[in-house]
């Protein structure tokens, strides 16, 4: 069974400065996704960015982008310029390629991200 | 488009009653999933469905717990003989996809809390 560890239980970050959440996954499939998503306080889980396990390429979206480490089971999501509205719990998920997407996503245990004004 | 909304968002009930919770993916989505969140955990794959088929099921998934997706629009989540281990918050995901790829949209959630 795959299992996804977020060894971070909260951080913080002055706002517009960069923060790095770290995330390290096992796995022994070669195929497979991994996710971060977002989810503020008392709302819902929304995603932030994607990786496809056979991209080499780190996948970027705007101020957000990864440190995909695949030898070393490893996906980071570095925050540039932070944001109040970056804070939230941010989880690491995994996801099998092998079943054509009957299998849910697998989830880390959460970072709490918090923006000094 | 209106996202995935879940109803009721707050369940209050006390222990050995049955709740039911119901999901309304996003319209032509045509995966459904169902999740649990405890306090201080991320989400856990409760069950999936492709269309109105259930194919997918968690060791999670006692059988006290039932789902079900008629005609592959909304679905909907049982628990009968609700235990206080069952407090937690239900999430429930949509997407629409034929392979791996597709990203799954989550709704806010039903709290459930057993007394």
């Not at chain 1, 002055?14 to 770290?22: C, I, K, M, N």
């Not at chain 1, 996710?35 to 957000?64: C, D, G, H």
């Not at chain 1, 996801?95 to 997407?101: D, E, K, N, T, V």
């Amino acid at each position: 069974a795959q299992t996804v560890t977020q060894s971070q239980p909260e951080m913080s970050v002055q706002e517009a400065e960069t923060v790095t959440l770290s995330c390290t996954y096992d796995t022994s499939e070669s195929d497979y996704y991994l996710f971060w998503y977002k989810q503020p306080p008392s709302r819902q889980m929304i995603l932030v960015i994607r990786q496809e396990a056979y991209k080499q390429q780190n996948a970027t979206e705007n101020r957000f982008s990864v440190n995909f480490q695949k030898a070393a089971k490893s996906f980071s999501l570095k925050i540039s310029d932070s944001q109040l509205g970056d804070a939230a719990m941010y989880f690491c998920a995994y996801r099998s390629a092998m079943r054509g997407g009957a299998d849910g996503l697998t989830f880390g245990k959460g970072t709490h991200l918090i923006i000094q004004p | 488009d209106t996202g995935v909304s879940q109803d009721p968002r707050h369940k209050i009930t006390k222990r050995g009653q049955n709740v039911t919770f119901r999901c309304d993916p996003i319209s032509e989505h045509n995966r459904l999933y169902w999740y649990r969140q405890t306090l201080g955990q991320g989400p856990e794959f409760l069950t999936y469905f492709q269309n109105e088929a259930q194919l997918e099921k968690s060791r999670l998934l006692s059988d006290r717990f039932s789902a079900e997706r008629p005609k592959g629009s909304f679905s909907t989540l049982e628990i009968q003989r609700t235990e206080q281990g069952d407090s937690a918050m239900y999430l429930c995901a949509s997407s629409f996809g034929l392979s791996g790829t597709d990203t799954q949209y989550f709704g806010p959630g039903t709290r459930l809390t057993v007394l």
